[in-house]
DNA sequence: CACGGGCCGACAATCGGTTGCCAAAACTAT
DNA sequence: ATAGTTTTGGCAACCGATTGTCGGCCCGTG
């Protein structure tokens, strides 16, 4: 009895302490924990108490060398995240949990390497990873995926699983709404240039413009915040068009003052769009947004992440080859930024060749 | 040769595939990576040459089974991070960095029993736990610091390590700024009653507008969202006050919306304080706020840390009895919300006794 | 030439589980 | 009662590092 106290005391309990304590084996100890049919009923029991009462708790890191498996999950965001990652992380989370496993997250830095950085420290110690946003060209991402199952967000592979939003349907819905609001002539404020969602985004809005005959112009680019959004509405007053939709809300939130600055109005002379809809209750115009479904993206990835760890178990060590990535549908939350296009066109100023 | 490509094939090199290349014994090439000085310049010269031909990186889940030390340390903020957090999380992942570790991050969900199942998963992975904005009673983190070295952040425990700002002086220089601005009857908008800060602020508030004679009110509790502080507004209304001090930023400019939305002018009606500094260029108003040094806070907690570590190595397991908070100073960042009290005091619904 | 001391590398135990294989035990069927 | 099958628990070999200990080698000095 002494003993055991000085046992406990010094430090937790181990499957031989436990093992021990019932007159077992450890391997029947280790079995009743993990191999839940293969050890009698009675023998488990007697083990599971025993084993609660001396305060055991399996030593997950033990469990990984010959497993190999440490239901870990990493998600790597750029920098610290946003509102926008705040969601898909939310979703994420839920999913991991309910699969057993901790979703950790750890935030890439600003730049490429020190993402690298960040994903070769994590991945030896994690089961997954999920890269969100991630700055790194594609021949890294494939590198990390040839090591640990991955999975990336918002960015199509075609070797490497991943999950994005239908944002080329989204950007349909936005084109048509102005559309229907009578605008003609539409501006893109296009985002970062490393972005892979930006160059999406432009591409989708040059292709859904000409469809319906629109004009279309491009400003940019311009970094995701407020500030830079707001100073773009400057070059964009030399040269105005009704209708604008912004590389995100963060652009829009910053370009709807900047114009309210320059004594431009949103929505009576100028419908804005923003994408991801980031910025409710954010200022004090509701700003109309393609809304990803964030949440849903955190969890698809950690599902196909999943998939994947599940599939590397037997005999294959890595890439399935081709796979199709994961798209979730975005949809266009019509709120007070946009308005029918106003008859009056004259008063701004550059307003410029308008179609009357 | 063809033996060589099969084993790099299959699985990473260990240490024995490294000995066995090099023709020297694996404790050799151990020592090579772990006791500088141990190993012979030429071997471990070329030891190293042909580890890194092969590609041998050390496993580190291997290397923290005999030394239980995973060069990771765990920070866990509650739900999902906003501005705050994020600005703290940089600090700490830069002095982590600094110190060879690695910071994870998780979040602890919306309630106690999901931050402790946060740290039940994680503790038993990481060297150290940063627990910011626990949800926790103080017994519950008592355990978790009995298992791992624990810092706390923005909460004061005796027996555990903390890194708080002080937000007493903070609390000093925003009454005295308002005072100096001739506001008598200050209002203090708190928030959730769970959160240990918010005890700590309103308890300054009362000593600080009891020192300098001044009236006191509080209204609350408020949830620390923009929407709940712009509910506040209303309830404010009824019996205004010239100068309001809010629990932090969130509420602040929720509140600032929700009083112009009742036609009070902010600051010429009413100055508004906000805590925390995370509102900049939020709203259209800046807001005079009580700014935390986060990223020292961070960092300080992760430095904090460390030294618990190394203090936790030799023979002491854990608890050095009474340990005493380290205080970070706060700054009052005067914007544009306060402004000297309007001569005139009528106009305003209820504005009720005033004294002069 | 012999002896003591440093330096260096190898052996083997250990961290705490997991798991393939085997044998004893229990049970079923003939 | 015997042979055949299924449970069930134990033995021991891993997983990939770390580290205490020991013997061999080389050097210097008496």
Same mark, same amino acid.
């Given at each position: 009895m002494a003993d055991e106290q000085d046992a406990s005391n010094s430090t937790s309990p181990t499957i031989y302490d436990v093992a021990r304590a019932c007159g077992v084996a450890a391997s029947t100890v280790s079995r009743t924990f993990s +191999? #839940?049919? +293969? =050890? *009698?009923v009675e023998t488990a029991d007697r083990i599971r108490r025993v084993a609660a009462e001396m305060g055991y708790r399996t030593n997950t890191v033990a469990r990984a060398?010959? $497993?190999?498996? $440490?239901?870990l999950l990493a998600m790597v965001v750029p920098t610290v995240p946003d509102r926008f990652f705040i969601e898909v992380i939310r979703g994420a989370k839920a999913a991991a949990i309910a699969a057993g496993y901790t979703l950790v997250v750890a935030d890439a830095g600003l730049s490429a390497d020190a993402e690298r950085a960040a994903v070769n420290r994590l991945i030896p110690v994690v089961d997954g990873v999920i890269l969100a946003g991630s700055l790194l060209p594609d021949s890294s991402i494939r590198v990390a995926a040839k090591q640990r199952p991955t999975v990336v967000l918002n960015r199509a592979m075609t070797d490497v699983a991943s999950v994005l939003t239908d944002s080329a349907d989204g950007m349909r819905q936005a084109v048509e709404h102005l559309t229907a609001l009578d605008h003609r002539e539409l501006t893109y404020l296009a985002g970062p240039e490393a972005s892979w969602s930006d160059g999406m985004r432009w591409r989708s809005f040059k292709v859904e413009t000409q469809r319906l005959g629109l004009r279309a112009r491009r400003i940019g680019p311009? @970094? #995701? $915040?407020q500030a830079a959004g707001m100073a773009a509405a400057s070059t964009f007053a030399e040269q105005m068009t009704s209708g604008v939709i912004a590389f995100n809300d963060f652009i829009a939130v910053g370009f709807v003052s900047g114009l309210s600055r320059l004594g =431009? +109005? =949103?929505?009576?002379d100028v419908s804005v769009i923003g994408f991801d *809809? $980031? @910025? @409710?209750?954010?200022? *004090?115009l509701p700003l109309t947004s393609i809304a990803a479904p964030l949440p849903h993206l955190g969890g698809q990835a950690v599902r196909t992440l999943m998939r994947q760890i599940a599939a590397a178990r037997p005999g294959r060590p890595d890439a399935p080859g081709a796979v199709r990535p994961t798209r979730l549908p975005a949809q266009l939350v019509v709120r007070s930024s946009t308005a029918p296009r106003a008859r009056r066109d004259s008063n701004a100023p550059g307003s410029g060749e308008r179609a009357a």
């Open positions: +191999r #839940p049919g +293969r =050890v *009698n060398l010959p $497993t190999s498996q $440490t239901a311009i @970094a #995701p $915040t =431009v +109005r =949103v929505p009576d *809809n $980031t @910025a @409710a209750g954010f200022s *004090n």
